[in-house]
């Protein structure tokens, strides 16, 4: 069971969360750097916690989604960012493929049982069309150097937490930084209708996709399944996804919120402009039982669901076909 963190007390997710050793606390410090780039850029997240909050409940973070692009040459994708959590502890848990979006994905857990899971995600450019694949190609051409093994080795074989933030400043440059150069609005425009998760990576690099509240962590009555949060955060003027993934008693249920549209920074006939685009969507879980095959234990669902998570995907298209 995740450890509950309260919400009228702290606004940090990860703050009831004891690191067991060095590496554990980097992670917890990094992803609360995340979670506040991410709660600041997406409206919806404050009012679920409004809602959570007058109801006297809890918030647990279930996972956090990344996006990549991948390729030969240069390497990228999925890789380029779980060798750095893989640095802090997590382990792969589990493979998924969405043949129509050209997408894979891996999810990874931690030893640390209440430790949000992570799930990545890399569309295939080796199967886009050429256009496409060139103009893909050509932004990953641009990738700056990708966090050298000196610093995930460093990582890796931390005894005691380091005395300055010098590690955590150089992980937080991976996700909260463009990693190519700034795109032509062209370019992005036709990347989108053949993979809106590809013209999402072009604009927002690795920055969280979203964040996940867990349902089961609610603690309260009124709050006690994905149904009644639904029509909680949808009272409180929360736009949320029309339909519920999964059926009732299911083993995972989720939905989300829209996402929400933020003014991105692109190149258009020689000059920078901005313009809206899709950012993030805020993502409700609720997991069900199933039984162990292990150990024959009643235990919690922790896995993802492929069919569910390809409707996901489809949170932030804008005029795109996939």
Aim: aromatic content about 10%.
């Amino acid at each position: 069971m995740a450890k509950k963190t309260s919400v009228k007390t702290e606004r940090s997710i990860h703050g009831g969360l004891k690191g067991r050793s060095p590496q554990d606390r980097l992670a917890l410090r990094l992803f609360d750097k995340l979670w506040d780039a991410y709660r600041d850029r997406v409206p919806y997240v404050g009012m679920y916690e409004k809602v959570i909050a007058d109801a006297g409940g809890d918030f647990v973070n279930d996972h956090i989604a990344f996006r990549t692009i991948a390729s030969q040459q240069p390497t990228r994708g999925i890789v380029t960012l779980s060798r750095i959590f893989e640095a802090l502890g997590y382990q792969a848990a589990g493979c998924y493929a969405f043949p129509d979006k050209h997408l894979s994905s891996i999810h990874y857990q931690h030893p640390h049982a209440e430790f949000p899971k992570l799930f990545i995600s890399e569309l295939r450019t080796w199967e886009l069309e050429p256009a496409v694949r060139k103009i893909l190609l050509k932004a990953l051409g641009s990738h700056r150097p990708p966090i050298f093994d000196s610093i995930l080795a460093e990582i890796a074989s931390l005894r005691e937490d380091p005395n300055d933030d010098r590690l955590l400043t150089k992980l937080l440059t991976v996700f909260q930084r463009l990693p190519w150069e700034m795109p032509l609005k062209s370019d992005v425009e036709r990347v989108n209708q053949a993979s809106q998760f590809g013209a999402w990576v072009m604009l927002h690099g690795y920055a969280v996709n979203h964040f996940t509240a867990l349902v089961n962590s609610h603690g309260v009555k009124s709050l006690s399944d994905i149904d009644k949060t639904v029509a909680a955060c949808q009272a409180a003027g929360i736009p949320m996804k029309s339909e519920i993934e999964g059926a009732p008693g299911s083993k995972l249920r989720q939905t989300a919120t829209e996402a929400c549209t933020v003014a991105v920074r692109v190149r258009d006939r020689g000059k920078v402009v901005r313009m809206p685009w899709s950012y993030a969507y805020f993502e409700i879980a609720e997991r069900g039982r199933v039984r162990d095959p292990a150990t024959g234990k009643d235990v919690r669902f922790e896995g993802f669901l492929g069919p569910q998570a390809t409707q996901l995907f489809e949170m932030t298209r804008i005029g795109g076909k996939k």
